[in-house]
């Protein structure tokens, strides 16, 4: 067995240790850092096959922005853990169907020729000018051009979905509008009112 083989297998290990301890362990900060553990793994793997540009992605954009943000939402939240808890049992068995289901689609579907792999499972060599994200660019706006147009514009539409559902007005909810405060007069808050001085009975007068 090669040394490249015994680090795939290690770091398969730690992806497949980690992603199961997310969905296990009882504290949601150890689950949001697992997944970041995960997420790191995966990356390596990637390196591994030579996808370095895939690979960076996965680090900056979910681990460096979308996990850290996670992250700061779970640890401010107070969370009561109890309630989260009371229905794993339960719904185990249905997990453990789906999570079956997701593996056979994923085997039939990944395989040997879609990750530059050969029949005996070692990885393809390419010059030292090769460029993977030259590669998939070309993939990516020749090849599965439709499919990349319509995951766009479904994304467009979720972005445009949720922003018209926070702007959305609310009869009961008051609202601050900057531009109005910005042009207020002093006119408009502070009135001056005259009111004739009074004088204090005593009682000898």
Known sequence: MSIESIIFYVFAAILVGSAGAVITVRNPVHAVLFLVLAFFTSAALWIMLEAEFLAITLVLVYVGAVMVLFLFVV???????????????RFLPVGIVVALIMFVEMAMVVGAKHFGVDHYGAGIKHAADYSNTKELGNVLY????????????????????????????????????????????????????????????????
């Open 75 to 89: 640890m401010m939240l107070d969370i009561n853990l109890v309630p989260l808890r009371e229905g794993f049992m």
């Open 142 to 205: 020749t090849v599965y051009v439709y499919p990349f147009e319509i995951a766009a514009a479904i994304l467009l539409v979720a972005i445009i979905a949720a922003i018209a559902l926070t702007m959305r007005r609310r009869p009961q909810t008051k609202y601050q509008d900057p531009a109005a405060q910005v042009l207020v007069k002093r006119g408009d808050r502070v009135r001056m009112i005259k009111m004739a001085s009074e004088r204090k009975n005593t009682a000898g007068e």
